[in-house]
């Protein structure tokens, strides 16, 4: 096992600080930071993203449930725990799908649809 730089550890948190308010991209951002960072298959690598965005996700929902049930995001604040549901039971199957593609997919096809779908995400976002 090799020691990352530095600089990946701190690339990481800010891709998590990103991911936890807006998350657009945040899996694309962080492919790029481990891609460069980190000595490791492009597969081992995906995987590693899944769980560190899975968490910052969680993290960020938790924040946000008590933030809202507590009142600090306005007294009308609510949260529609059916799209909750309906967004982690996605998340799952998306998770499941993307590992089992993921490890079959050869080196350069999947390094080709993480570009393509990094390019797609910031061109529909400059778009709107």
Known sequence: RT?????V?????????YGGYFGAAQGVILMGVLGIGINETLQRLNGI??????VVN????LIFVAAAEHG???????VDWLVVVVIA???VVGGFLGAAVGRRLPPLVLRSV????????VTLMLAT
Do not use: H
Request: charged content about 10%; hydrophobic content about 60%.
């Open 9 to 17: 550890l701190v690339a990481a948190f800010l891709t998590g600080v």
């Open 49 to 54: 993203k899944n769980v560190l965005v899975a």
């Open 58 to 61: 969680g993290v960020a929902g």
């Open 72 to 78: 600090l995001l306005g007294s009308d604040a609510e």
């Open 89 to 91: 039971a996605g998340a």
């Open 3 to 7: 020691v990352e730089p530095g600089w």
């Open 114 to 121: 993480i570009v393509v779908v990094g390019l797609t995400a």
